[in-house]
């Protein structure tokens, strides 16, 4: 089959014209595959690219014949064993409301969910079939990553395989980048559980004030845990295609995490404990993409949910999404035997309608803990399969969540304000959403408040963490902790009215280094101490 000629099914000619003028994509099969480039048969441009004229167009593309288009595909070969049920999604095997996957020799093989029918083997481009490492399928899209690193899409997962096709673009402008890898400590082995593919096509979410906003747009992004496992980049092919944005870890980035998984904007990280945190998260969430959302850092009070994300966006009787974004939530320990395979899936039309899978044993028999992200009491279900990953040697019921963490942020920083004041931000991890911040008046007192940061959009590559090229936050400085309203704390009240426009919130963007944080528009400038 032409899969060039598939992966243009439903495409639409603007984007066709947007591709033409983006130089760096190369539409036509190269004869060479060179390991700085993803592989060249896999088409540049698909389904992914299409983008809806109207809000509420992305949705699942019905199937052209349903559920027989599978016979359509080849039946995998004889002597290939496959598990009896698909209950993990990880990087060897995975599932959404309708397929379920499994990789096998480098290929993927696919049902329908929850059938026993004949597994048969995904049409995929002759360079990539047979060569790919590791995969993950979420929602509407399915990721499969090469030896190399690349990562390659297969979209339209909700719906029969005569739509599925491939891309290998990724990244801004609009899915047109021309490829992009996983964080190469992500891949050093396909059963680690460091990657996992997010894919968003939730009705609804709540905000970190419990203010519930109706969602239109979908939001794909891979995310990764990278380094001693502490720091987890994300990757939106929106996005520069580079490894520049992340979710700040639990325990202000301390967290060393042995595995993550993703659903949806959830994602659930584990350490070699066992502990676990989960957190709603990506760039519409964490507060910078004012295209579609409208924020405040400010209170709102009490306002009615918007009909539609647009009509949400454009009117400000609704309530806007208010930020910070909501911190991560410590789930309960597994009350057993557990390995570092988890998962977490997709249940229902909210963000929050989400289910944690865990790998373990109960009673010497082996199978899987699970509960909804919001339950208390995790349930066990046997299967009595082999365990993928050993045993951890976390103590079950006991929070070990603090132990063996990572150093904590060397960079602090300290400036003047007028009228003799000091601010001094200690042990700043930009990625984090909460920075401890003090405020030191004249008279030497210590008033303790905080300072949020959320990344801006950007629209060209830069490189990770903090260097001498200035990174661009949005957030606020809330003095609300230092109660400024007693009578005795006259003076920050005093500072507040003349320095804060009277705002005990006061929003505030940030141009980071590693030498200064320069505060707009207060006009004040922190040097690395």
């Known amino acids: 089959m032409d899969f060039s000629a598939r992966g243009a099914i439903l495409s639409i000619v603007s984007v066709c014209a947007l591709a033409a003028m983006h130089g760096g994509i190369d539409i036509a099969p190269a004869a060479a595959n060179p390991v700085g480039q993803p592989l060249s048969c896999v088409p540049a ?87 790919i490492v590791a995969t993950s399928v979420d929602s509407n899209m399915l990721v499969a990553v090469d030896k190399n690193g690349w990562i390659y899409s297969l979209d339209n997962m909700l719906s029969g395989p005569m739509l599925w096709n491939w891309t290998h673009s990724y990244g801004g402008p609009i899915w047109l980048w021309p490829g992009a890898t996983i964080p190469q400590d992500a891949t050093e082995s396909p059963t680690s559980n460091k990657w996992a593919l997010s894919h968003r096509m939730s009705t609804s979410f709540v905000d970190a004030e419990g203010n519930t906003h109706p969602l239109t747009a979908g939001l794909v ?125 997709d249940t229902g039309p909210a963000v929050e309608d989400r289910e944690l899978t865990v790998e373990g044993r109960e009673n010497g028999r082996t199978g899987y803990w699970h509960k909804d992200v919001r339950a208390e009491a995790w349930q066990f279900t046997a299967t009595d399969q082999p365990l993928r990953q050993p045993l951890l040697t976390g103590n079950p019921g006991v929070d070990q969540s603090r132990s063996a963490l990572a150093p904590e942020s060397q960079l602090s920083y300290r400036g003047a304000l007028p009228a003799g004041w000091i601010l001094n931000v200690d042990n700043f991890d930009w990625a984090q959403t909460e920075h401890q911040a003090t405020l030191t008046s004249p008279t030497g007192r210590a008033y303790p408040i905080e300072l949020y940061t959320a990344d801006e959009l950007r629209l060209l590559p830069r490189a990770s963490g903090l260097d001498d090229t200035p990174r661009g936050l949005e957030g606020a400085l809330d003095l609300r902790g230092a109660q400024p309203w007693l009578d005795g704390n006259a003076e920050l009240d005093n500072l507040i009215k003349t320095q804060f426009g009277g705002q005990q919130i006061f929003e505030v963007k940030v141009q980071a280094t590693t030498a200064q944080l320069a505060i707009s528009p207060t006009g004040i400038t922190l040097e690395r101490i």
Request: proline share 10%.
């Open 45 to 131: 441009i698909g389904t992914a690219q299409l983008i809806p004229p109207l809000p509420g167009l992305f949705l699942p593309l019905p199937s052209i014949r349903g559920i027989s288009e599978f016979d359509d595909l080849a039946p995998a070969p004889a002597d290939l064993t496959f598990p009896p049920s698909i209950d993990f999604r990880d990087n060897t095997q995975g599932f959404n409301s309708y397929v379920e996957v499994v990789l096998q020799r480098g290929s993927l093989f696919v049902r329908p969910r929850n059938s026993n029918s004949t597994w048969r083997r995904i049409n995929t481009p002759d360079c990539l079939d047979g060569n």
């Open 221 to 345: 992004q891979i995310v990764s845990l990278t380094g001693d496992g502490s720091r987890i980049t994300y990757q939106d092919p929106w996005l520069p295609a580079d490894l520049s944005y992340e979710i700040g870890g639990p325990q202000q980035g301390r967290f060393i995490s042995e595995s993550l998984s993703t659903s949806g904007s959830m994602t659930v990280v584990m350490n070699r404990y066992g502990d676990m945190y989960t957190r709603k998260y990506d760039l519409d969430f964490a507060g910078a993409n004012h295209i579609p959302g409208r924020y405040t850092w400010l209170p709102q009070g009490k306002k009615p949910e918007g009909p539609s994300q647009l009509a949400e966006r454009v009117d400000t009787r609704y309530a806007a999404i208010s930020l910070p974004a909501a911190d991560w939530q410590q789930q309960p320990k597994v009350p057993g035997e557990i390995t570092s395979r988890l998962s977490i899936h």
